[in-house]
């Protein structure tokens, strides 16, 4: 059996630089506080379900209206 590949974030905040957007406006897209993108930046788990849901926006599966017409 082929071993799964994890979902590697650790570049998180690289990805957000990259996009030129602060914490406070990566994350929100997300749904996640400021704070809790700071945390997550910094080292801590991501939860598997916002894993999920970033690996799906970064592999172009969900685009950025998705993810704005999810949280209205």
Same mark, same amino acid.
């Given at each position: 059996? !082929? +071993?799964? *590949?994890? =979902?590697?974030f650790?570049? $998180? !905040?690289?990805? +957000?630089?990259?996009?030129? &957007?602060?914490? *406070?406006?990566?994350?929100? %897209? /997300? @749904?996640?506080?400021?704070?809790? @993108?700071? +945390? /997550?930046?910094? @080292? +801590?788990? $991501?939860?598997?379900? #916002? !894993? $999920?849901l #970033?690996? &799906?926006? %970064?592999?172009?599966? $969900?685009?950025?209206?998705d =993810?704005?017409? !999810? &949280? *209205?």
């Open positions: 059996m !082929a +071993r799964k *590949k994890k =979902l590697d650790s570049d $998180i !905040a690289t990805d +957000r630089k990259k996009e030129n &957007l602060n914490q *406070k406006d990566f994350w929100m %897209r /997300y @749904g996640v506080t400021q704070s809790g @993108g700071s +945390r /997550y930046e910094s @080292g +801590r788990n $991501i939860p598997k379900p #916002l !894993a $999920i #970033l690996w &799906l926006h %970064r592999s172009g599966k $969900i685009s950025d209206k =993810l704005s017409d !999810a &949280l *209205k």
